[in-house]
Nanobody, 116 residues
Framework: QVQFVESGGGLVQPGGSLRLSCAASGNIASLTLMGWFRQAPGKQRESVARINRSGVVTYYTDSVKGRFTISRDNAKNTLYLQMNNMKPEDTAVYYC?????????WGQGTQVTVSS
């Protein structure tokens, strides 16, 4: 089974940027819909963005539209999330997985904190 390792999180000031990476242990070229998810303290995990096998973005949650960009490099088995103009409400642990709800085992995630 494919496993995911997320990285790139950290502390950033409001308005700043981060780029998250998700390295998959196997070949992701065959994985159809991949996505980024996040879970803020005390809240349920939510789907943030999704991208299909061909690199077509199929979904952004409303709160990140125009600020976040999801992409994938099938040759490197890696999924990315570029986050710009970040806001305190983006603070969460970010995960990658499949589909709209996550169908494989969850990785450890990467912590993103937006604070001045």
């Amino acid at each position: 089974q494919v496993q995911f390792v997320e990285s790139g999180g950290g502390l950033v000031q409001p308005g700043g940027s981060l780029r998250l990476s998700c390295a998959a242990s196997g070949n992701i070229a065959s994985l159809t819909l991949m996505g980024w998810f996040r879970q803020a303290p005390g809240k349920q995990r939510e789907s943030v963005a999704r991208i299909n096998r061909s690199g077509v973005v199929t979904y952004y949650t409303d709160s990140v539209k125009g600020r976040f960009t999801i992409s994938r490099d099938n040759a490197k088995n890696t999924l990315y999330l570029q986050m710009n103009n970040m806001k305190p409400e983006d603070t969460a642990v970010y995960y990658c997985n499949l589909g709209s709800t996550g169908t494989l085992s969850w990785g450890q995630g990467t912590q993103v904190t937006v604070s001045s």
